[in-house]
């Protein structure tokens, strides 16, 4: 009877002693290569200082797992971009100036089509030559269908042999569809006839 029982504790030293440690709430080192797996970890309890610096790379992080809120401010850079990554969807509106672009990088080819769009000639006279009170006048030009409007000034088509013909400024700008200025010019002629056709600079 008592070998049989010797036979028995022998046979079973591990688990009893297994039991034992578990029983107890004493901790037990575990021997040898790969000996802790996933279910040896209690949930929660690996902390960050239990993880040596430059452990987990890209490929231990699952996909969409970094999100904006887990990025410091100011510190991801144009090294850390990889090329063509972010597009228009990316920025803000209105949040590019030209203090973020640097001198000389933008240039024709990274603008959209840029050309101009003439009114109508007109034209002016007035009273009396090189006396100091100039005629005024005006006229309008528009931009074309789902085109914006950067600019307008005027063209002079005829002087009539006079310097005195100037563009003044633009009156009014309607946003509106098609986008449309009125630009303004002065004119001290005499009788002599003189005339100016609006030139908008537009942006499709």
């Known amino acids: ?3 049989r029982i010797r036979a028995h504790l022998r046979s079973n030293v591990v688990a009893y002693t297994a039991l034992f440690f578990a029983l107890s709430g ?7 290569h790969n000996s802790v797996f996933s279910d040896d970890i209690k949930n929660g309890e690996v902390k960050r200082g239990d993880i ?3 452990a987990i ?3 231990r992080i699952a996909a969409d797992a ?5 990025v410091l401010d100011e510190t991801l850079g144009s090294s850390d971009l990889g090329p063509n990554s972010v597009g228009s969807s990316e920025i803000v509106d209105d949040s590019v100036g030209s203090a973020e672009i640097a001198s000389g990088i933008v240039g024709a080819d990274e603008l959209d089509s840029v050309h101009e769009h003439f009114g109508s000639v007109t034209n002016i006279t007035d009273g009396t030559a090189h006396d100091g009170s100039y005629a005024t006048a005006t006229a309008t030009v528009s931009c074309g269908t789902g085109e914006d409007l950067l600019s307008a000034t005027v063209d002079w088509t ?10 003044t400024g633009v009156d009014s700008i309607t946003r509106a569809a098609p986008n449309s200025a009125v630009v303004r010019v002065a004119y001290d002629g005499g009788a002599a006839t003189a005339s100016f056709q ?5 942006i499709f």
């Open 1 to 3: 009877m008592t070998k």
């Open 158 to 167: 005829n002087r009539a042999g006079h310097n005195e013909a100037v563009f």
């Open 66 to 70: 970094v999100r904006t809120e887990k």
């Open 57 to 59: 790379n890209a490929g």
């Open 52 to 54: 040596a610096t430059n």
């Open 198 to 202: 609006p030139v908008a600079t537009c």
């Open 26 to 32: 004493s901790a037990v080192a575990l021997q040898g």
